[in-house]
């Protein structure tokens, strides 16, 4: 009598079976790098908003020192205009006037350069240092409208030794050098808000920048 081998389950249904849980497990090894890889933010981007205010104030720094350097520039420009006016007290010509007025130039153009830097720090300027940055910038525009004046006088003292008497002459030169100590004083004032600017600017960023390096060691 031939024996009989019954199946419990046919070779079809068996392979499903094994193949099933084989194609779950090969997905699911695909899919977890990707979750990983998803799940994984690198130290550069984990804090958006801590890097773009870090740059900032790195931004801050760097306009304030540049209006730092501007105002020194424009103290010196003045003060050599100024000094040059005194030299020349009481020695009319043309040619005296018109080295004043090109000193009392310069010292016009290095105060303008300064408004605009300092204007850029404004801008630039971080929550704890906006009243300096302000400050600074309201002395700029000081120092700039003051050498201008000061330009505008140098100018008319040129004309004055040319084509005016003597005494026309010392008036014209007397209001230059006048205006032209007022633009002195004026820049230095402007250098003094600008140094003080980029000196809390600086001091600000080095605070923000402390918590973090304690937290990288």
Do not use: C, W
């Amino acid at each position: 009598m031939a024996h009989q081998t019954f199946l419990l389950f046919p070779p079809h249904r068996v392979v499903r079976t094994l193949v099933a849980p084989i194609a779950i497990a090969m997905g699911a090894a695909a899919f977890a790098p990707a979750a990983l890889a998803q799940d994984y933010t690198s130290p550069a981007q984990l804090s958006p908003s801590e890097g773009g205010a870090q740059r900032a104030r790195d931004a801050a720094a760097r306009t304030a020192h540049d209006a730092e350097k501007a105002a020194r520039k424009a103290a010196d420009a003045a003060q050599a205009a100024a000094q040059k006016s005194k030299v020349a007290a009481g020695k009319l010509s043309k040619a005296l006037a018109e080295g004043i007025r090109r000193a009392a130039q310069k010292a016009a153009e290095a105060a303008r350069r300064l408004e605009e830097k300092t204007a850029a720090s404004s801008g630039k300027a971080v929550e704890e240092t906006r009243d300096a940055a302000r400050a600074a910038q309201e002395e700029s525009t000081k120092a700039a409208a003051a050498t201008r004046e000061a330009l505008a006088r140098a100018e008319d003292s040129v004309q004055r030794a040319a084509q005016s008497g003597k005494e026309e002459a010392e008036k014209a030169a007397q209001a230059t050098r006048e205006a032209l100590d007022k633009a002195e004083e004026a820049t230095r004032n402007a250098a003094r808000a600008a140094a003080d600017l980029s000196r809390r600017t600086a001091e600000a960023v080095k605070r923000t920048a402390r918590p973090a390096d304690a937290g990288r060691k």
